[in-house]
């Protein structure tokens, strides 16, 4: 009797172990990826509530970026989509002030609010439909 309440504990909690034995496997891999391209935003007063796009800065990006996928999100409660663009990756990572034309439109909380946002970069090939790497760069507005 006893040994079938130890195996039946046994067959629930082995799972769990498992997966506390494989997360720090997991952290680690994730430090890694942080460590490869890497974004940097100008944003300015001139960029609130324009359709003016800052200059967001690209480095390490991926070998065979062929162009970049830029996009304005809202975060919070609900997410919502403020436009962005795609930039052809001429080497020097620069997307230029202005860039953005795919019905973009800069952060604009309502007066007297904050709100969180982010510019999400994604690092594209020609050769395939998946990100080489996709970066965050995350701000709040007021």
Known sequence: MRLNVFAKTARLFMPALFAALLL??????EVEEEQGMSIAVTLRDVHRCSRISPEILVTDMPAGTESFDVRLVEYGDEERFFGGGTWANDGSGVIPEGGLTRHYRGPCPPA???????????????????????????FTQE
């Open 24 to 29: 720090p496997a997991c952290a680690a891999k």
């Open 112 to 138: 007297g609010e904050s709100r969180d946002y982010a510019f999400v970069v994604s690092a594209m090939s020609k050769d395939n439909i998946q990100p080489l790497a996709v970066r965050l760069y995350r």
